[in-house]
């Protein structure tokens, strides 16, 4: 196998592969960005994590107040996955512009804030707040929230609502806006399609799935809010299903997400048809999971002779 350092400057030079993905508006270095939820602020990152090599990352969800989150326990192991009930725990917007954005800045790295509200005016006060800040590069809206005032069902498991958020967020923000979509509904076309016709420049699939775990000593649920999102390998086909369904349901680009631990799953998405995609858990189990996925992606184009990773976009054979 050869590796990229071990080539020679004037081979690299020749041959490296090239990376760089366009997602609407952002020009990315490359394709794998940090999920939110699962990266900080980025900053708690820093000493550990080269940010400058990353295609990006998004930060934890904002809302415009500070939010505690949801009482302990709100994490929980399952086989191949984790669950969690967090319950978008935060800073709030003001507090993300004041102490965390500007030490992101220095970095030069593409930061994305994912947002969230409890209504479509909450969404659109934090992503005027957002707009032009200095560093930011876009926004991620999380429409899996619920709808506080209209019975809490989460905004993103109807086209209508998702329609509503998105169109108030576009019309609030000249930046590029991203659209999260939650996986928790029956057929995820519909709002995806509501999320492109209503201004969105891209969509991340997806967010976590629904789930339970129950400890069988105690016979209570092992989180305290009963029910919570399960994220990481458990998830990856799931999630890699809706991938491939939106990107043949709409025609802006697509970020997979959902049980990435290696290039190969990254690959998978990038054959499905995704643009880029997004590493969440990945990174709690080991913090250089994105840099690693970064050299494993150049090392297979290397490997199989492709000069740009856009070649690979979209080319599921048939069976
Ligand atoms: C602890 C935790 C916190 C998360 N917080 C957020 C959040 O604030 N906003 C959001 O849109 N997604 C959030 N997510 C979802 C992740 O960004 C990602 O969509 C999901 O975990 C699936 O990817 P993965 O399997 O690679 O973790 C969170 C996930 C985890 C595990």
């Known amino acids: ?115 969230f509200g409890e209504s479509p005016e909450e969404y659109m006060r934090v992503a005027e707040m957002l707009d032009g800040a200095e560093g930011l590069s876009g926004l991620e809206v999380n429409v899996s929230c619920p709808n506080v005032k209209e019975g809490g069902a989460q905004f993103g498991t109807d086209p209508q609502k998702t329609r509503e958020v998105v169109a108030g967020v576009r019309k609030a923000t000249r930046m590029p806006v991203i659209v999260k979509l939650s996986p928790n509904v029956s057929d995820i076309r519909p709002i995806a399609r509501a999320a492109e016709e209503a201004g969105a420049d891209a969509l991340s699939v997806s967010n976590t799935f629904l789930g339970m775990a129950i400890d069988v000593e105690t016979r209570r649920p092992r989180l305290s809010t009963v029910t919570g999102g399960l994220s990481g390998p458990a998830i990856k086909p799931l999630a890699l299903r809706l991938v491939w369904e939106t990107v043949n349901a709409v025609n802006i680009p697509v970020i997979g997400v959902g049980g990435i631990v290696s290039a190969e799953d990254a690959l998978e998405y990038i054959i499905a048809g995704a643009h880029a995609i997004q590493i969440g858990t990945a990174n709690f189990m080991d913090p250089l999971a994105c840099i690693n996925i970064v050299d494993e992606l150049e090392t297979y184009l290397l490997e199989h002779g492709i000069q740009d990773i856009s070649e690979l976009r979209g080319t599921l054979a048939e069976k």
């Open 1 to 115: 196998m050869i590796r990229v350092e071990e080539m020679s400057d004037i081979d690299s030079v020749k041959t490296k592969p090239n990376l760089e993905v366009t997602i609407g508006p952002l020009e990315l270095s490359n394709p794998v960005i940090a999920a939110s939820g699962t990266f900080g602020y980025g900053l708690e990152f820093s000493d550990q994590v080269d940010l400058c090599r990353l295609g990006g990352l998004v930060v934890k969800g904002l809302s415009l107040e500070p939010r505690p989150g949801n009482p302990q326990p709100r994490l929980a192991e399952t086989t191949a996955g984790l669950l969690n009930s967090i319950g978008l725990q935060n800073v709030g917007v003001r507090a993300f512009l004041e102490e965390k954005l500007p030490e992101l800045a220095d970095y030069d790295c593409c930061v994305l804030a994912n947002i």
